[in-house]
């Protein structure tokens, strides 16, 4: 008989980001290491490009609610993973927290994940303002690593397109990055956003535009996303990310089963044996019944419709109804998506992604129910002064005066990159923790969570219990 498959001329790469996007996104990053081990060496013979197994949300749950050692993941898996890179999720002068830290905890951190086993390093800044991201990047080429530049994805339009958000936005980002030595380029939607013509087009335009690989990263929250990675497909896009079927979909990525089905026999064809991918589903449906409890089962339907109203990322929506709950106003909600859409005009149009969405989305609230800016949280403040960086369209200066009359942290907003205002932080934080710290990758996660890796350092070294232990000798 005939072969009637075309051989894969120029097959599609896949990075599978079960172990830290999938988790993180429908089951709180609540995943076990001990969870994956037993799969590790077959997921390593799967043939992905890389696997995303650190970095975003995974350092904060595992010192705080797993009792984990974060920097033991990648070092374990490693026994098992040899062949596949991993990948991790870096953002830019965040890291893996929640505030910008200055260039020496920068440097100091992408050494060690270097140290434990890190290869590919997608480095994202909230506002797409690449000086968030330039120390990372000198340094992750510095050790000789791969160092992909990000560019979240954001619409004001409801499709690519518009004054801010429109091809040529992202083809000048996307070579801002080429020039900075990126390795590859990633689109990141993080909402789920991107419809499949649009990343047709957008694919296209890269691609004619740009010369390293060009890396999709999409979430399937709007039910769009396998549509738009078959577009992307179609337009030559190099990479994507997926993830095994029961970590896919919902707000999670595509799943990878139907993705590697439907391309059998073309030329872009994944060269991924489908049957292992269902073996290793297996495993995962039998560690199930323990993340099943952080599913969001509260609506039968599991893409995000709003999102496609509104395109306010899934996470947002959530949060904006807690606070409103919390101030008994969620008869306003309708109101509040409104006024979303004006506050993050007012405030240069930032993609909706942490933290610039929390801080849009709070001041909207307030926005709504006490007038606009009548009431201003410091978060919001410290946006308009240029803390957080430059946002992509400029912020009326009337309107900074307002927000920024009497602030103690500054009236005139600075135009600088961000740390170069901040004071190294490495040595005050060794000072700081003292003997709790035995050594030097303590003190770093001290420097990145100072609220709670005092205690995770305490059940650690399990110093408590020797302390009650000496206090019993004695009496
Ligand atoms: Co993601």
Redesign the pocket.
């Known amino acids: 008989m005939k072969n009637l498959n075309k051989i894969p001329t120029n097959p599609i790469k896949i990075q599978d980001n079960t172990f830290r996007?999938g988790h993180q996104?429908i089951y709180a990053t609540r995943m076990k290491t001990e969870d994956m081990v037993p799969i590790a060496e077959e997921m390593d013979n799967c043939g992905f490009w890389a696997m995303e197994v650190w970095g975003g949300a995974t350092f904060d749950t595992m010192h705080r609610f797993l009792e984990e050692d974060p920097w033991m993941r990648p070092r374990i898996l490693k026994k098992y993973i040899r062949k596949t890179p991993f990948s991790m999720l870096l953002r830019g002068q965040n890291l893996v927290g929640y505030n910008h830290y200055a260039d020496d905890v920068v440097r100091a951190f992408v050494d060690k994940s270097c140290e434990i086993g890190i290869d590919v390093f997608r480095c994202f800044d909230a506002l797409n303002d690449f000086r968030n991201i330039e120390t990372c990047a000198e340094r992750i080429k510095d050790n000789g690593k791969h160092f992909q530049g990000t560019v979240c994805y954001s619409l004001t339009e409801g499709r690519l397109g518009g004054e801010v958000y429109n091809l040529s936005y992202y083809v000048l980002k996307a070579k801002e990055l080429e020039k900075m030595g990126a390795d590859t380029v990633c689109i990141?939607d993080?909402s789920g956003i991107l419809s499949p013509y649009d990343a047709y087009d957008l694919v296209s335009a890269l691609k004619k535009e740009i010369g390293v690989p060009l890396h999709l990263?999409t979430?399937y929250t709007s039910g769009m996303a396998s549509m738009a990675y078959l577009k992307a497909i179609e337009a030559g896009v190099d990479i994507i990310d997926t993830c095994l079927a029961p970590f896919a979909l919902r707000t999670s990525m595509p799943a990878v089963e139907p993705i590697v089905a439907a391309l059998q026999g073309r030329e872009r064809a994944a060269g991924i044996d489908l049957h292992k991918l269902l073996e290793l589903d297996e495993h995962l449906e039998s560690v199930a019944p323990k993340y099943k409890q952080y599913l969001a089962d509260h609506k039968l339907s599991i893409i995000d419709t709003a999102v496609l109203a509104h395109q306010i990322p899934g996470g947002m929506i959530s949060n904006l109804t807690g606070q409103l709950k919390e101030m008994k106003a969620l008869n306003r909600l309708e109101e509040i998506y409104e006024e979303v859409e004006k506050t993050r005009k007012d405030m240069g149009c930032p993609p909706l992604v942490t933290p610039v969405s929390q801080i849009v989305g709070a001041q909207a609230v307030w926005n709504v129910l006490f007038g606009r800016y009548a009431k201003v949280t410091y978060q919001l403040k410290d946006l308009v002064l240029g803390l957080y960086g430059k946002t992509p369209m400029p912020i009326d200066s009337q309107l900074a005066g307002t927000i920024l009359k009497n602030y103690k942290r500054g009236q005139e907003p600075i135009t600088g990159r961000p740390a170069d205002y901040l004071e190294p932080e490495m040595e005050k934080a060794r000072k700081r923790i003292g003997d709790l710290a035995r050594c030097d990758e303590d003190v770093l996660a001290y420097a990145l969570f100072p609220a709670t890796m005092g205690k995770f350092l305490q059940s650690k070294y399990g110093v408590n219990k020797r302390e009650s232990a000496d206090a019993e000798n004695i009496t």
Request: proline letters at 0%; aromatic letters at 0%; a neutral charge.
């Open positions: 996007d996104s990141k993080m990263h979430h």
